[in-house]
């Protein structure tokens, strides 16, 4: 909860005789201080609004529209602010209410956020599926932050990923063998013409020169091999995980709420709060 609250105090002698010899022609300080809470409640919603949205469009304004002003039945203060369980540190930020970031009491030890806008604005949690989640690991974008960690999708996408995986994974296994056959079967080749070019030349003349032969197709097979398999292995570790739509939530350790209050009376909200009891009081008067 977060509330700010403007009171009308009088002082004793004079003013406060006249004060109540006027009170007898009107009927109380209700209309003004329904005008103060207004304007307090109108500029605690632009000051949410104009927050910065680095974490993309997420909001779902239950914050500001739960903000409402209500004037005591006394008619002479006013209150405004909201009963929103997450108003207060929204307002004075975690350090100042908890002593430090909030830190996630789970069994799993992370704190779980939603990853689509959409579903951030629908206000759902892992809660909300039962049974229906499966935890991985996964690149995460949420507006201008980006990290790798773990991330919760639904069960069944992890499952029908990991099956196209394995099957992906047996065929690159038949191309790794069907590279090393074809490699020596090269080499065999190439061993094979060495020897008879060896035959046929002569070793003493010819050896150096014809060796380099062997060497070089050795050489070439070998990097083809090479490079079928680093292919392979980079692209393996990428198809058992999820694409980034798919997921729903990241995990993260712990999140750090900065004070960014909206609901603050300043020296305009003052100067404007004294300058409509005035015109009240004036009013009443004549």
């Not at 929204?90 to 992370?110: F, R």
């Not at 806008?117 to 932050?145: E, F």
Request: no cysteine; glycine share 8%.
């Amino acid at each position: 909860m977060s509330v700010v609250r403007v009171r009308i105090m009088t002082e004793a002698g004079a003013a406060q005789r006249s004060l109540r010899g006027m009170s007898r022609r009107m009927t109380n300080f209700k209309r003004p201080l329904r005008e103060i809470g207004l304007r307090l409640r109108s500029r605690a919603i632009h000051r949410l609004d104009d927050r910065p949205q680095s974490w993309g469009n997420r909001r779902k304004r239950d914050l500001a529209g739960s903000i409402n002003s209500e004037v005591a039945g006394d008619g002479m203060s006013v209150a405004t602010g909201t009963n929103l369980r997450y108003a207060a540190i929204q307002q004075y930020g975690s350090d100042e209410l908890l002593g430090g970031p909030i830190l996630p009491k789970n069994k799993s030890g992370y704190l779980w956020i939603p990853v689509p806008d959409s579903l951030a604005r629908m206000g759902t949690w892992p809660r909300n599926y039962p049974g229906k989640l499966a935890r991985t690991v996964a690149d995460v974008t949420i507006g201008n932050h980006s990290w790798r960690g773990p991330v919760l999708v639904k069960a069944e996408a992890l499952k029908k990923v990991r099956t196209r995986a394995g099957k992906a994974n047996a065929r690159d296994k038949e191309k790794v063998e069907a590279a090393r056959a074809k490699r020596s079967d090269r080499l065999r080749r190439s061993r094979d013409k060495y020897a008879r070019l060896q035959r046929k030349a002569g070793r003493r003349r010819f050896g150096v020169g014809l060796s380099s032969i062997y060497d070089a197709a050795a050489k070439q097979a070998r990097k083809r091999l090479a490079k079928v398999t680093k292919t392979i292995a980079r692209t393996r570790t990428l198809r058992g995980e999820v694409q980034a739509s798919a997921v729903l939530y990241a995990g993260i350790r712990s999140a750090d709420i900065p004070a960014r209050p909206y609901l603050v009376i300043d020296e305009s909200d003052q100067e404007f709060a004294a300058q409509r009891v005035l015109e009240h009081v004036v009013g009443a008067a004549k």
